[in-house]
């Protein structure tokens, strides 16, 4: 079957540096999404990731590794609007979007 | 910015009761999509289209169905609402097949 792992839940100071993990199995690969969501509101797009490496956007920077089906987002310079759930997604072989259950940040001061 | 609305932000219905939900986008994508969520699970695709008249069952099209007879709107249609689908659901659009997903505010759906 097809699957998604991501950490439940994550907990960082503000200021600071965190990386959120996801790993994924399945069939085919057509490119990697993470997503922001705030409680109570919709999904918004951060990056997309389809060759292996690192893509940068500001503070938010989404790492890909295909052989390994490995993917991180890395948050620096963590602010209080973070706090959000973090969402991976894969475009399988058939072109669906295949969701982990996201990972939920919690930012301390 | 593209804009996909959704009709309710918090419905509640009755069980066996006919359930429309509606979604509007307004960047002429072609392509449309119904979720749901629910805690601890990713999104669950229910019902996509990729033109309008056409539609095709996700994974998990059980006790649902959709209707897009015009390219901005895709309508969730649940034809006799049961206690289990009670959820979040969320509408989302993209212009292309590869490209991301946009998503509605979506619709806390509940079921007594």
């Known amino acids: 079957g097809q699957n998604i792992d991501q950490p439940t839940e994550m907990t960082a100071t503000e200021g600071a540096i965190v990386q959120i993990n996801c790993t994924y199995q399945?069939?085919?690969?057509?490119?990697l999404f993470w997503y922001q969501q705030h409680a109570g509101e919709a999904p918004t797009f951060l990056s997309y990731n389809v060759l292996d490496g690192l893509e940068e956007k500001g503070r938010f920077s989404s790492f890909l590794s295909r052989s390994k089906g490995y993917s991180y987002l890395l948050l620096k310079e963590l602010q209080m609007k973070d706090s959000a759930s973090y969402l991976c997604a894969v475009r399988d072989s058939n072109y669906q979007l295949i969701w982990g259950a996201g990972t939920k940040l919690i930012i301390k001061p | 910015d593209v804009k996909v609305t959704q009709s309710s932000r918090y419905l509640v219905k009755r069980t066996g009761e006919k359930v429309f939900l509606e979604c509007v986008q307004d960047m002429d994508h072609e392509n449309m999509f119904w979720y749901r969520q629910d805690p601890g699970l990713g999104l669950r695709l229910i019902y996509f289209s990729y033109d309008v008249k056409m539609k095709e069952k996700g994974d998990i099209p059980e006790g649902y169905s959709v209707s897009r007879e015009k390219k901005e709107r895709f309508s969730l249609i649940l034809e006799s609402a049961s206690t289990n689908q009670t959820s979040m659901y969320l509408c989302?659009?993209?212009?292309?097949?590869?490209?991301?997903?946009?998503f509605g505010p979506g619709t806390r759906l509940t079921v007594t």
């Open positions: 989302a659009s993209s212009p292309d097949r590869v490209l991301e997903q946009y």
């Open positions: 399945t069939s085919g690969f057509n490119g």
